[in-house]
């Protein structure tokens, strides 16, 4: 399977899972930088374990049981990446990570359009359950 294409293999794309991914993969980018080039471990692995977590969620939402679990998945989907944000800018203001460099502006742009869509799907499908 293309790694850029659908996780699901149906032909319709889901933006929140391809988004999810891709940012996933930039994460662990950035976590082998930081701890081969910067020799940080602790708050990279936080990077890691949150930033991938978002695609984690995402897909397990796509096999809820329910649209009341589809909406917790996706939740904690949303609580990630607001935790993925906030270790951003912790290695930011720590200067591990230039802020002004294209790839860092990149990731945080990513990170803010995640939570957004997350955002949206959640609350489009609380109306929808009534």
């Not at 977590?53 to 939740?75: C, H, R, V, Y």
């Not at 990570?97 to 359009?113: G, H, Q, W, Y």
């Amino acid at each position: 399977m293309n790694p850029k294409s659908n996780i699901k293999n149906s032909t319709k794309p889901n933006i929140v899972l391809d988004k999810s991914y891709a940012f996933s993969l930039q994460v662990i980018e950035l976590y082998k930088f930081l701890t081969q080039e910067k020799k940080e471990y602790v708050l990279s692995k936080q990077l890691l374990r949150s930033g991938t977590s978002i695609g984690a969620n995402t897909t397990e939402a796509q096999a809820a049981i329910s649209k009341k679990d589809f909406i917790a998945k996706l939740s904690i989907a949303s609580k990630e990446a607001r935790e993925t944000e906030y270790w951003l800018r912790l290695l930011t203001d720590s200067k591990y990570i230039d802020r002004n460099k294209p790839s860092t502006i990149l990731l945080f742009s990513k990170v803010e359009s995640l939570i957004k869509l997350l955002t949206k799907i959640i609350k489009t499908s609380q109306k929808s359950n009534g």
